[in-house]
């Protein structure tokens, strides 16, 4: 998992991670409809480019996990980010 995936080293690593072939769950802040357009057609350009996989056959999933369902650090995530300000 990658948080801050949507710029600078986060998305980096995804895009690092992705070029390996591993399945990349990325978070970053709430995305547009027009973003998620934009994700769509980058990674299907991406695997039409590095594995001439046509577009008709390629499939992106955007899967939105609520805040309350995932966590980092040994924490509820919430709970990990009131921390790390807290520093």
Known sequence: ??????????AALVRAYRDR???VIATSRSV?????T???KGVSQ?????????LESTYVVIEEVDL?????GG????????LRAAR
């Open 32 to 36: 547009e409809a027009e973003e998620k």
């Open 75 to 82: 924490l509820p995530t919430a709970q990990y980010r009131k």
């Open 21 to 23: 072939n591993y399945r």
């Open 68 to 72: 309350d369902n995932w966590g980092c």
């Open 46 to 54: 991406v695997l039409l480019d590095v594995l001439n996989k046509p």
């Open 1 to 10: 998992m990658v948080t801050g995936a949507s710029q600078g080293i986060g």
């Open 38 to 40: 934009a994700i769509i």
